[in-house]
């Protein structure tokens, strides 16, 4: 089965500056990765997906990149606020019996200091 | 209330017990799914559901029942638990499974069992 490894597990960085999250995977069938945020005590949401016939997608400060001969895939924020303070998920999909499984990587923890 | 909701959010229960975790999604969603949520680990799928109709099962211990009534509503069945199973036990709904888009997760019940 797909296998995600995502780094680093802790990140730490100043207000203003960027972080960059990075994830493997392993299954070459792979198609979709969305990244989940998940706020202290709330729900995982999404917040910015890519596809596997594109290399790089953009949403205002965030931004994904994915490299398929590599089989790795990178989270990108910008101009870090405080409020990015949160755990962030990759993930990558597959079709397995029909229907689509997201496996996730363990998570990165991100704090933003003022 | 929209969105997808979870009740109880907190459960505590004894190794004998038996209990039910409840989820419901107000978006008209095709597909529920029921994931595992330990300390420094991945999200775990545990149970896909679309349209009623169990797809996926990622090798779960039978001491983990789901069901599902109706597209809206899911259940997660629990019974003769172990200490281990302790986790924040999260439900999300997608418009449909077979294909990839956004899930919607629910708040969660955070499970603990003496």
């Known amino acids: 089965g797909e296998n995600v490894e995502q780094h680093p597990s802790t990140l730490s960085v100043q207000e203003g500056d960027s972080a960059v999250i990075k994830c493997t995977y392993s299954d070459s069938a792979s198609n979709y990765f969305p990244w989940y945020k998940q706020e202290l005590g709330k729900r995982p949401q999404l917040i910015i997906d890519?596809?596997?016939?594109?290399g790089e997608k953009k949403d205002q400060r965030i931004a994904v990149t994915l490299n398929k001969t590599a089989k790795h895939f990178s989270l990108h924020i910008t101009e870090t606020q405080p409020e990015d303070s949160a755990v962030y998920f990759c993930?990558?999909?597959?079709?397995?019996?029909?229907?689509?499984?997201?496996?996730f990587g363990k998570g990165t923890k991100l704090s933003v200091i003022p | 209330e929209t969105g997808v909701t979870q009740t109880p959010r907190h459960l505590v229960m004894g190794m004998t017990n038996k209990k039910s975790l409840k989820c419901e999604q107000h978006l008209g969603h095709n597909a529920m799914y029921w994931y595992k949520q330990s300390a420094k680990k991945p999200l775990e799928l545990m149970f896909v559901y679309s349209l009623e109709e169990r797809v996926e099962n990622n090798s779960v211990p039978s001491r983990f029942s789901p069901e599902c009534p109706n597209s809206s509503h899911l259940f997660l069945h629990l019974h003769t638990l172990q200490p281990e199973d302790s986790a924040l036990y999260l439900c999300?709904?997608?418009?449909?499974?077979?294909?990839?888009?956004?899930?919607?997760f629910g708040p969660g019940t955070r499970l603990t069992v003496l």
């Open positions: 890519i596809r596997s016939n594109v």
């Open positions: 993930a990558a999909s597959n079709s397995g019996a029909g229907s689509y499984q997201l496996t």
């Open positions: 999300a709904s997608s418009q449909d499974a077979r294909v990839y888009n956004e899930q919607f």
